[in-house]
């Protein structure tokens, strides 16, 4: 099992950006891809962007593409989430995942860290 920690949240004014980080540990080795999500007060939770380890593939949502970039170290076990140009509609608690099931996009995340909170003011 892979133990994720994410950091990085905080406040921002809209227009601005943040770059969030997740710490991965454990059974890394395991891991075929990463992933963002994030849940807003009183919605479902909701897919961000994915990257794969090896081949550095990267998905999208819509809502954050061309704002949102996905990248990852694998010297540390780290990928990263740069959010540039963040609108109020951004806020919500990201977190980070790890699937191990090889598919195209990236799917049936099992791990996940704690979260961290993103607030987007106007």
């Known amino acids: 099992q892979v133990q994720l920690v994410e950091s990085g949240g905080g406040l921002v004014q809209a227009g601005g950006s943040l770059r969030l980080s997740c710490a991965a540990s454990g059974r890394t080795f395991e891991s075929y891809a990463m992933g963002w999500f994030r849940q807003a007060p009183g919605k479902e939770r909701e897919f961000v962007a994915a990257?794969?380890?090896?081949?550095?593939?990267?998905y999208y949502a819509d809502s954050v593409q061309g704002r949102f970039t996905i990248s990852r170290d694998k010297a540390k076990n780290t990928v990263y989430l740069q959010m540039n140009n963040l609108k109020p509609g951004d806020t919500a608690v990201y977190y980070c995942?790890?699937?191990?099931?090889?598919?195209?996009?990236?799917?049936?995340?099992?791990?996940w860290g704690q979260g961290t909170q993103v607030t987007v003011s106007s």
């Open positions: 995942a790890s699937t191990t099931v090889r598919t195209i996009p990236p799917t049936d995340f099992r791990s």
């Open positions: 990257i794969t380890w090896r081949a550095y593939n990267t």
